[in-house]
């Protein structure tokens, strides 16, 4: 009897022989954009017509849309739209982004496409942005919710930043609180200015249906959880004493989802700012919930959800209030 392979074994992988064998070429690159983007007929994407007709001088926008009088394109709409970068160099970054558990740096993408490394660090945000505002429905529960902190360790920093910062532990660092639904094994996270209980109950209130049942640690801020008239359940364990497991109570499975995302920001990137850490936590968070797709459904799946989306470099760069500086 054959022994079951461990992790997600069941899946079904694409290898890069097969993946080069997919993108021989531009034309072909363009028609599985295509064939995903307009399963269900050729779209115009700026309004949606499908009174459309082919170009005969094609390049670069190979279609011309009757309704609004325009020519466009499959990257027309989406968020890898008015980009230079070939079709087939978008899929493998696509494929890079998805099979690399702990991700790939903008450093290594331009080795491999031989692009500029502002080009492969573009490319992979506007990939991220498909995992933007994922989902808005609710988890039913049980839900384990945590926190975690970003932003490097004092013993790295000079005396004179080290003076700068007041107080201890997470004073100076950025932080992330995230959700598991045991039932579906969905993940959300996102970045919050602060862990106080206004906003970490607020989250919860956002993520988890009503009578949900919660399980956190024993944080301050989620004893003030609304348990009346049923709104949730919720239990605690209490880290604080070395209790890390009561029964069902616990948050393993959301710290092991902070486990992966920290080992991509030491290991992969190194350095994140607070600026863009929360399009990393989407990334992660995202790929996370289609970890059960095989790797070409999990490409499609990507490309489908960088359509009706976009990022201008403008936008990417633009002040957002958080701090430009790469922390480790």
Request: with cysteine.
């Amino acid at each position: 009897m054959s022994q079951k392979a461990p992790g997600k074994s069941h899946r079904e992988g694409v290898s890069l022989l097969e993946l080069f064998d997919m993108f021989p070429d531009e034309e072909a690159a363009t028609e599985w954009f295509e064939t995903i983007c307009w399963s269900e007929g050729r779209k115009c994407g700026k309004c949606n017509s499908t009174k459309t007709s082919p170009v005969k001088s094609g390049k670069p926008m190979p279609y011309w849309c009757t309704n609004c009088r325009s020519y466009f394109s499959v990257r027309t709409g989406t968020a890898i739209a008015r980009s230079n970068v070939p079709l087939r160099k978008w899929a493998i970054a696509i494929y890079l982004c998805l099979t690399s558990l702990k991700s790939v740096s903008s450093m290594k993408l331009y080795r491999d496409l031989k692009v500029s490394q502002p080009t492969a660090w573009f490319m992979l945000h506007r990939i991220r942005q498909a995992w933007a505002g994922e989902s808005d429905d609710e988890f039913s529960g049980p839900i384990e919710v945590d926190e975690t902190y970003f932003g490097g360790k004092r013993r790295n920093m000079s005396k004179t930043k080290r003076k700068e910062l007041e107080g201890r532990g997470t004073v100076g660092k950025t932080a992330v609180v995230g959700a598991k639904d045991r039932g579906t094994k969905q993940v959300r996270a996102q970045v919050v200015e602060n862990t106080d209980a206004s906003t970490l109950i607020g989250f919860v209130e956002d993520t988890a249906q009503d009578g949900a049942t919660i399980y956190t640690d024993d944080h301050p801020s989620y004893t003030q959880l609304p348990t009346v008239q049923n709104e949730f359940k919720h239990e605690t364990v209490k880290h604080s004493v070395g209790e890390y497991v009561r029964m069902m109570a616990h948050t393993n499975g959301v710290e092991s989802f902070w486990s992966m995302l920290k080992r991509a920001h030491k290991g992969t990137f190194h350095k994140i700012s607070p600026k863009h850490l929360n399009r990393y936590v989407q990334e992660f968070a995202g790929k996370h919930n289609i970890r059960e797709l095989d790797t070409l459904g999990q490409m499609q799946d990507t490309v489908l959800r960088l359509v009706g989306r976009n990022l201008l470099r403008v936008d990417l760069i633009a002040d957002n209030g958080l701090d430009s500086t790469a922390r480790s």
